[in-house]
């Protein structure tokens, strides 16, 4: 188990010797509200994860009662628009360089993710929750909107008509809804969270790690496109994929009627 944790003040990460980096928000006086401290400590773990080869998936997760309460609304309270067109506006970077970690990226949701925790939880791939996590974006009731991309990413992942009442009435959504309108993966007991988490992880890293970086970028590039030019991205990477070797051994295994040993290249 690596530690790393000196540089970090509201962040603990670890990784394990599968290759599954946990990275934990820390900062449980404040219920993981995120300041400008803890969103640029994001990005630089983002960073450092996505440079790692001996990582090969990552789980963002929080603490038991809350994932996040969202952006530090103490932080923003005295602040005026070019403060937060400037400074503040700009450093979305943190969020953006954990969507753009080319691995698996979990989210293990407990407790409260509101506004700016529901927006962290939105760039990670997959949302497993637990029995007690409640999703939100209760801007509108302070008089604002959401600012970390959850106008646009919400209503991508489970359609305007349920991004709209979530955002319009800034309402809290227990798990069940939450599933059900596509937000969260699974649901688990609070105690099998992380091993949810995990599981999930393992399921995708067993696969080789470049077929899974260009699967996630042609997804999230598909995204923001219109189909034609999605489709031509994901034919660039499908066929780019027969130049590795995990593709020879991916085929080479089936044909042999054993298993894979991918190696990332
Ligand atoms: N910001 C700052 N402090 C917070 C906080 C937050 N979001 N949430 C909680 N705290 C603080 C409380 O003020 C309290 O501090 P003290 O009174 O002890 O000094 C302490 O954490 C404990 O909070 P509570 O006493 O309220 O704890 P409870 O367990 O009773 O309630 C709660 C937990 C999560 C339900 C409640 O704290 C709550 O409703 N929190 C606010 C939720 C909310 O309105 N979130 C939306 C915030 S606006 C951006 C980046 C981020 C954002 C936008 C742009 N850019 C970089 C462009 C995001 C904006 C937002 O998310």
């Known amino acids: 188990m690596g530690m790393e944790n000196a540089e970090f003040r509201y962040l603990v990460v670890e990784r394990d010797e599968e290759g599954i980096a946990v990275l934990r928000l820390n900062r449980p006086e404040a219920r993981n509200a995120l300041n400008l401290e803890l969103i640029a400590e994001l990005g630089r773990a983002a960073d450092m994860l996505a440079r790692d080869d ?10 038991e009662e809350v994932f996040a309460a969202g952006g530090d609304i103490k932080e923003m309270a005295g602040k005026y628009a070019p403060d937060m067109l400037n400074a503040y506006g700009a450093d979305l ?20 993710a509101l506004g700016g925790g529901c927006e962290l939880a939105l760039v990670c791939d997959m949302i497993v929750a637990s029995e007690t996590a409640v999703f939100g974006m209760p801007e509108i009731t302070l008089g604002i909107i959401p600012g970390a991309g959850g106008t646009q990413r919400l209503p991508r992942l489970v359609g305007p008509h349920r991004a709209k009442e979530m955002i319009f009435t800034g309402s809290f959504f227990d798990v069940h809804a939450c599933r059900e309108m596509g937000l969260v993966n699974s649901v688990v007991p609070v105690e099998r969270l992380m091993e949810e988490a995990k599981e999930l992880a393992r399921r995708c890293i067993r696969n080789g790690a470049v077929a899974l970086a260009c699967a996630k ?14 489709l031509a991205y994901e034919r660039k990477c499908f066929s780019l994929l027969f130049s590795t070797e995990d593709q020879k051994e991916g085929m ?12 990332g290249r």
Request: proline share 5%.
């Open 252 to 263: 080479q295994a089936f044909i042999e009627k054993r298993k894979p040993a991918f190696k």
């Open 217 to 230: 970028a042609c997804v999230n590039e598909g995204m923001n496109t219109d189909l034609y030019t999605g």
């Open 54 to 63: 001996t990582v090969r998936a990552v789980i963002v997760t929080g603490g």
């Open 93 to 112: 970077s943190g969020f953006e360089k954990i969507e753009r970690i080319p691995k698996p990226v979990i989210a293990a949701v407990s407790g409260y």
